[in-house]
């Protein structure tokens, strides 16, 4: 498949296609084209766009707390205010709720 098919070299005399783009079979072009250098170079720039397939990710979801008003003082006051007994409870999820409701003070 013959993807540029202008002269790539300019010359006064001459005009010649001598830059060759090589791709898959696989892939699909979208465009090519060949751009004037003529202040630089007698060659051509020459590109092609192709169409390219990524795989999207899913979303990645990042919680994080604000911790620019922490009181550790507070804090430390507060950890030294609960009853720790409740290590004695019968199941994690009543410690873990009891633990919640005294710092949470309900």
Do not use: A
Not at 43 to 58: F, M
Request: hydrophobic share 30%; proline share 3%.
């Amino acid at each position: 498949m013959e993807i540029i098919s202008e002269p790539t070299r300019l010359s006064r005399k001459s005009s010649t296609l001598i830059v060759v783009i090589c791709l898959d079979n696989k892939l699909e072009i979208i465009d090519s084209e060949t751009t004037e250098m003529y202040d630089q170079t007698d060659h051509r720039l020459v590109h092609c766009k192709i169409k390219v397939n990524v795989p999207k990710h899913e979303p990645k979801t990042i919680s994080y707390r604000d911790f620019s008003n922490f009181d550790v003082h507070e804090f430390n006051d507060n950890m030294n205010k609960i009853n720790y007994s409740i290590l004695e409870l019968n199941t994690f999820d009543t410690k873990v709720n009891v633990f919640n409701d005294q710092i949470t003070g309900h």
